[in-house]
């Protein structure tokens, strides 16, 4: 079956780099997905990296994709309070169905 | 440039109650998802329409849940006789097929909360 796994919490100071790890166990995963939320508020597409690639960078964001290991990582530059939210990565599987990841809470302190 | 709205944002409904819920997708989106937010969890996935036509279902969508999309374009979930269980926030999102990645868009939410 599929599962995604994301640890729970993380907190960084502003300024710091963040990194956000998962682990999935779908090997014939198309796409995997990092999505932001805020509370009270629906899921925020940030990016995506298609599984051929290992690496995908977009402004502040680098996605690495290890799938040899099934890792998905979002890193964060120059992180700052507005990132705070919770960050949830998916993968995509063969009926184009979303599995999510429990959420990881990201806090930035000042 | 409007995205996925959902109405209603807020639902609270006694056990026992039918209730449903809205969504509009992305207009030019042929594909529509529901799923499921319980609290401190992920979304799950419910169901999904290719245009009107419903092509998965999760085994999480009882007999009491039915959705549909009739001229596909704007959706409906129908809860029946809720339960206390069925308290989440329901999610609804769009994506165009075939396209560079399935990016899936999703609306603000329902909040269903049954007393």
């Known amino acids: 079956g599929e599962d995604v796994e994301q640890s729970l919490f993380l907190s960084v100071r502003e300024g710091d780099s963040s990194v956000i790890n998962c682990t999935y166990t779908?090997?014939?995963?198309?796409?995997l997905y990092w999505y932001k939320q805020e509370p009270g508020a629906g899921l925020q597409l940030l990016t995506y990296?298609?599984?051929?690639?290992d690496m995908k960078q977009d402004q502040r964001l680098t996605v690495l994709l290890n799938k040899k290991d099934k890792h998905l990582s979002l890193r964060i530059a120059d992180t700052q309070t507005g990132d705070s939210a919770i960050y949830f990565c998916?993968?995509?599987?063969?009926?184009?169905?979303?599995?999510f990841g429990g959420g990881t809470r990201l806090m930035v302190k000042p | 440039d409007t995205g996925v709205s959902q109405d209603p944002r807020h639902k609270i409904t006694k056990r026992g109650q039918n209730v449903t819920f809205r969504c509009d997708p992305i207009?030019?989106?042929?594909?529509l998802y529901w799923y499921r937010q319980t609290l401190g969890q992920g979304p799950e996935f419910l169901t999904y329409?290719?245009?009107?036509?419903?092509?998965?279902k999760s085994r999480l969508l009882s007999d009491r849940f039915s959705a549909e999309r009739p001229k596909g374009s704007f959706s409906t979930l129908e809860i029946q006789r809720t339960e206390q269980g069925d308290s989440a926030m329901y999610l609804c999102?769009?994506?165009?097929?075939?396209?560079?990645?399935?990016?899936?868009?999703f609306g603000p939410g329902t909040r269903l909360t049954v007393l």
């Open positions: 999102a769009s994506s165009l097929v075939p396209s560079g990645g399935n990016e899936q868009f």
């Open positions: 779908d090997s014939s995963s198309t796409y």
């Open positions: 990296i298609f599984s051929n690639m």
């Open positions: 998916a993968e995509e599987n063969a009926g184009n169905m979303l599995t």
């Open positions: 207009s030019e989106h042929n594909r």
């Open positions: 329409f290719q245009n009107e036509a419903q092509l998965e």
